[in-house]
């Protein structure tokens, strides 16, 4: 689906539009509340839910809405191919903070391990897990 950054009840947010399959409706659907299902959880490098609405216009082809902690715009995707969201410099060459470094793909290793070790003792399977869906902070 899409997602959003917008403000909710006074926080920044990301807004994500669960788009629903229209191959396989149940699956689609299974597919939302499975993802919903992390509510529960608190980890460091987990994103946090923070609101879920299933309440959609008919117009829109959406399962519903999941409101989520907005953890910034920097990928490692954006790392590891050089482009920089941070100062806005996004026209696909070297960052301005260099290459990744050994040192620094250790570290992100170790948190992307951390946060999988933790989903997988909760018996949960990120589906989707690949550089634009790994958010780097500070």
């Known amino acids: 689906g899409s ?3 917008a403000t909710y009840h006074g926080a920044t947010v990301a807004v994500k539009q669960v788009k629903r399959c229209s191959k396989n409706h149940l699956a689609s659907r299974q597919s939302f509340w499975a993802e919903l299902n992390v509510v529960r959880l608190d980890h460091n490098n987990v994103v946090h839910i923070v609101a879920a609405s299933t309440c959609t216009p008919t117009s829109q082809d959406s399962l519903g809405t999941i409101i989520m902690e907005y953890a910034g715009n920097c990928t490692l995707h954006h790392v590891i191919y050089g482009t920089d ?3 806005g410099n996004n026209d696909g060459l070297k960052s301005d903070h260099g290459f990744l470094s050994t040192a620094q793909a250790v570290i992100y290793s170790y948190d992307i391990v951390a946060g999988l070790m933790f989903l997988h003792s909760q018996l949960i399977v990120h589906l ?5 869906n790994i958010f780097i902070t500070e």
């Open 3 to 5: 997602v959003y950054k």
């Open 85 to 87: 969201y941070l100062t």
């Open 128 to 132: 989707d897990l690949k550089p634009a």
